[in-house]
């Protein structure tokens, strides 16, 4: 018996031998964990998926999604052939076409609106998938575009920017040295399984948990010392508040405010105006509490604080909540050291795993210029600090064709659902376009407004490149053949760049050279990595960050200080009205007309994580679909005792731009007046009460968390 069959005897009793182990990682949740998978193959279809426990990353745990790999991978709803439309856009008539015939049409059709428009009017879109990301990226550049743009517009990106301009760069909570976590908006038990670990241990040794959230989830529950349910969006003034309460209690680290931060006294000045019975009523926090949490925070150190890549920076005010909160760690001295937050470089695609590859210079040492990015007349810092045209201003500049028009799209997963306002950008799409391809792996509504549609095949399906903390590099390989005609994106990506002879060797000899041209230097080869299942140890990684590295050689921005008072702002034309320092505005602030308050009493917010629930990725799939089977909001019961709605009763949700059918769900868990709805279903797509410019001037992000909205009880029949 070969070491396999004993494994898998040992795991099922009886097996017979024709299963065989092979290692893979699901992909549903990008760029999170990529936990690694074990899948059960027999006859060249998967039969069973569990989590690999050799894993050095998830150690064999899965979550739900996870769980669910093989119900995803074996949809009945995956696009099985090239596509081309024979109805009208958005009606889902289409014929299959051969591979060959798909090609032809799209370089035909991309190269003509580059004759007659510029390459600039072809934008290149992709959805929530990272993983194929350089390769798309290099390759809209290399066809002469500068719009290459992502859901990064409404993700990771504003945070990223927020850091970048304050701190010179992000850097993550260091909660193996920490006395005390902060966790602002932090529930892992929902949205990153496998941190919750980490706080677990912090607080087995005796440290602190402090969360502030909107609702009470498992993280208050099972983790906080301290709770704060905070009024929506207004975590800004909260933070300027605390600061203002360690300045004034003499908590603050006036020493490393003096060596290592630029604009202090302006920033005191602002938190000055934050006291704390105002912050109390701003907040619906008690005083009490918000002083121990800011005591506790800033005395009990070191402490680190834990950001979210969304909560916040999806609210119009979020880009200066984002900085106001990070403003406390160097308030505090608790920025770039030990137990506090440290900064740690990603190493390949948003993970740190503490060496250096290439691939910024491989996404952008073929940036085209030439053009202004889609968004960069409206969202100048976003276009100043960020790679990417900021997708939120498409529509826009589809409807007007201003500066110039958009005719074709490229797209990778695009799902039409994220943006707010869904139905103008698919209706804008519809009319303005002169081509429109979207790549997927399942037939989606987008999807169904494409000229030409891609079958692109799933994790466990194709071979892909990923590094993960803790210094390792894996290069993953099929384990089982493409599904139906299906490929992979880089596949597909690469073999276009042939028949269109684009001038890049790189992509025209395939993924794995442009891997391998990423990876140099780092001691490892792709070949040398696919003769390994597991992930392989970097010779080259050093592992953990180091503390100190940033006190020690400057912070990456103008002053070579942490600046409370950025000066990448205030180089930005002060007619965008861009402040500087983090100062705090109301989250609705274009909604308090009196009207609009009375006819739109609640707050919504969408797309807090849930387990079984990812984007629009799984609400398709059965197994994730049975944990909660029909869209459904959240309501506190006392708001419904008032207006009359029952558990699991119909209602409409509505706001001044759409209006979509749901189930109610009474919890105690939000506060009255709040309302929790989730993001990407089809039948009921939040997305459309959202208005297209109920925008962050700062980062473009929409306020998916801040709207204003009302609900009423839908009569059966
Ligand atoms: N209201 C509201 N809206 C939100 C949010 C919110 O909180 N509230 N969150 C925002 C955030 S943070 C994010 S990140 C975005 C996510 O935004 P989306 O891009 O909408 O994410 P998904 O729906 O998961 O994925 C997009 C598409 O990728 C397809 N896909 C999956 N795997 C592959 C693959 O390997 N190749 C290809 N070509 N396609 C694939 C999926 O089938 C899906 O159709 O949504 C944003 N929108
Ligand atoms: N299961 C699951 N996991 C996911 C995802 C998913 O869709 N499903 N998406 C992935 C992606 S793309 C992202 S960007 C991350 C996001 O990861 P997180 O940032 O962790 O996700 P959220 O659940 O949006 O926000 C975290 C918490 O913030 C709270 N919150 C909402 N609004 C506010 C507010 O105004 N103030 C405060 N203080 N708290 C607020 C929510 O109740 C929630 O508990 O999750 C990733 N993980
Ligand atoms: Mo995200």
Redesign the pocket.
Known sequence: MTELEAKIKAKIPGADTGIEVRRSLC??C?PSHHCGVDCYVKDGAIVRVEGTQEHPYNHGKLCTKGSSLRNYVYRADRIKTPLRRVGERGEGAFEPISWDEAYRVIAEKLNTVKEQYSPHAVAFF????K??RPVFQRFAHVFGSVNFGS??S???AAKAIGDRVTAGSGAGPDMAHANTFLGWNYDGYYSAHLSVQGVQKLKARGGKVIIIDIRDTPAAKNLADRFLQINPGTDGALALGMAKLIIDNGWADLDYVEKYTHGFTEYKALCGQYPLDKVSEITGLKGEDIYEAAKLYATNGPACINYS??ALV?HINGFNSHRAVLCLSALTGNFDRAGGNVPNPATYLHKPAGFRTREQEFRTNRYPGGQKRIGAERFPLWDAQFNEFQAMDLLRQLETGDPYPVKAVFA????A????QTDRLLEAMKEKLDFFVD????M?T??QYADIV?P????VE?GELKAYQGGYLTFTKPVIRPLYESRS?VDILCDLARVMDLDDGLLKQGYKACADWIIEGCGLTVSELEKSEFPVKVPAARWPAVPGKTLENGFKTATGKFEFCATAIADIDPKYGLDPLPSYRDSLEDQNDPQTRQDYPFYLC????LPHA?????HETPWLRSLRPFPTCEVNPQDAGRLGLKEGGDVELYSPYGSIRVKVKLTHKIKPGVIL?L??YTEAN??LL?GRDHLDPYSGF?G??GMRCNIRTVQEG
């Open positions: 992909a549903i990008s992709s959805g929530y998938c993983w194929y859901d990064d409404t993700c990771s890549a969304s999806h990778l997963g695009m799902n659902k994220m943006f707010p790549t997927d792996v399942f989606t987008t999807a891609l692109a095949c799933t994790s194709r994106d969408t797309g807090a994580r990812i984007h629009s990725r799984a709805m993001h990407g939040v997305n959202i929409p998916f968390k």
